[in-house]
């Protein structure tokens, strides 16, 4: 094309040429054969005009091509871009889907032990436990039990303590609701909120759905309803690429569990049977994320109305 286009520009010259030894020509002479020599000088003008428009025509061309190579070139690109948005979630993830947990087997006293651990250890960060309750609404607001510090918050005798301070906290809580289970429960309650809210339960999610168990983010909200309702979410950064030294990833599960106080009479999922939901995300904080969901999680407080938390 290019070859063409030097191939015009050279004509188009070599008329200009001839225009000008002709226009030198007619010059010249009588008036009578300036006359005579008037036609040759129109056709040679429309002859120059019709390369000049030839000429324009192919570089025209050759210009509209040459940006359909380019948009061509740039073709997988944008779709690759596209590709991203739309991208499947890591491993076997879903947008969202269901997920049955198990508690340890109450015969297990090492497993329950070593749940416990993890919740005093978590308790004692006193930043990744979030409460929503009837009295208690503000995003951030942690779970104001007492928590052992250092080396004795590892030990049997700290997480004892976890849990008699825990236990009181949530005895306060129940007691406040009217209408609410026998008080005689709640050592039950405490104990699967206790086995939610520690390791074991994440990292046999990542396993089950084939997702990298890298130590991203993770933040746990305990949530009672003004009925009594009694239910807990786990936060926490997925990523399907592992980035040493990365906190954050670019999707976040939130996994919600059904009532774990088991009212009579009341319908729902069974308690272990949770519900989560993978979203892909810029945030890298997951704080922020949770305070995105304090309405809908004030909406269930309120009315016991979780599906568009749980949706959400």
């Given at each position: 094309?290019?070859?063409?286009?030097?191939?015009?520009?050279?004509?188009?010259?070599?008329?200009?040429?001839?225009?000008?030894?002709?226009?030198?020509?007619?010059?010249?002479?009588?008036?009578?054969?300036?006359?005579?020599?008037?036609?040759?000088?129109?056709?040679?003008?429309?002859?120059?005009?019709?390369?000049?428009?030839?000429?324009?025509?192919?570089?025209?061309?050759?210009?509209?091509?040459?940006?359909?190579?380019?948009?061509?070139?740039?073709?997988?690109?944008?779709?690759?871009?596209?590709?991203?948005?739309?991208?499947?979630?890591?491993?076997?993830?879903?947008?969202?889907?269901?997920?049955?947990?198990?508690?340890?087997?109450?015969?297990?006293?090492?497993?329950?032990?070593?749940?416990?651990?993890?919740?005093?250890?978590?308790?004692?960060?006193?930043?990744?436990?979030?409460?929503?309750?009837?009295?208690?609404?503000?995003?951030?607001?942690?779970?104001?039990?007492?928590?052992?510090?250092?080396?004795?918050?590892?030990?049997?005798?700290?997480?004892?303590?976890?849990?008699?301070?825990?236990?009181?906290?949530?005895?306060?809580?129940?007691?406040?609701?009217?209408?609410?289970?026998?008080?005689?429960?709640?050592?039950?309650?405490?104990?699967?909120?206790?086995?939610?809210?520690?390791?074991?339960?994440?990292?046999?999610?990542?396993?089950?759905?084939?997702?990298?168990?890298?130590?991203?983010?993770?933040?746990?909200?305990?949530?009672?309803?003004?009925?009594?309702?009694?239910?807990?979410?786990?936060?926490?950064?997925?990523?399907?690429?592992?980035?040493?030294?990365?906190?954050?990833?670019?999707?976040?599960?939130?996994?919600?569990?059904?009532?774990?106080?088991?009212?009579?009479?009341?319908?729902?999922?069974?308690?272990?049977?949770c519900t989560y939901t993978t979203s892909a995300t810029r945030e890298t904080d997951l704080g922020r994320i949770i305070s995105e969901h304090a309405e809908l999680i004030s909406t269930g407080v309120d009315t016991d109305d979780w599906q568009p938390y749980l949706r959400a």
């Amino acid at each position: 094309m290019a070859a063409l286009t030097k191939s015009a520009a050279a004509g188009a010259t070599a008329f200009l040429q001839k225009t000008w030894e002709t226009w030198s020509f007619v010059e010249g002479g009588s008036s009578s054969e300036r006359s005579q020599r008037g036609p040759l000088l129109a056709l040679v003008v429309v002859l120059l005009l019709v390369v000049l428009v030839v000429a324009a025509l192919l570089l025209l061309r050759w210009w509209r091509r040459r940006g359909q190579d380019g948009q061509a070139a740039r073709r997988p690109l944008i779709s690759g871009v596209e590709a991203g948005r739309r991208r499947t979630f890591p491993g076997k993830l879903a947008a969202s889907g269901t997920f049955k947990l198990e508690d340890p087997d109450p015969a297990d006293n090492q497993a329950i032990a070593e749940r416990r651990r993890d919740f005093t250890r978590i308790l004692s960060t006193n930043r990744d436990i979030w409460i929503f309750t009837h009295a208690s609404r503000s995003p951030g607001a942690v779970l104001p039990v007492d928590a052992p510090s250092g080396s004795f918050a590892a030990t049997e005798e700290g997480a004892d303590r976890s849990y008699s301070h825990f236990k009181t906290w949530l005895e306060g809580e129940m007691a406040a609701l009217p209408g609410w289970l026998d008080q005689g429960q709640i050592p039950q309650l405490v104990d699967r909120l206790m086995f939610f809210i520690s390791a074991t339960p994440g990292f046999d999610f990542k396993m089950h759905h084939e997702i990298p168990a890298v130590d991203l983010q993770a933040k746990y909200v305990i949530m009672v309803s003004k009925t009594g309702q009694v239910r807990a979410a786990w936060y926490a950064f997925v990523t399907d690429k592992v980035t040493p030294g990365a906190t954050s990833g670019p999707f976040v599960v939130k996994l919600v569990t059904g009532d774990l106080a088991q009212l009579a009479g009341r319908g729902g999922i069974a308690p272990d049977d949770c519900t989560y939901t993978t979203s892909a995300t810029r945030e890298t904080d997951l704080g922020r994320i949770i305070s995105e969901h304090a309405e809908l999680i004030s909406t269930g407080v309120d009315t016991d109305d979780w599906q568009p938390y749980l949706r959400a």
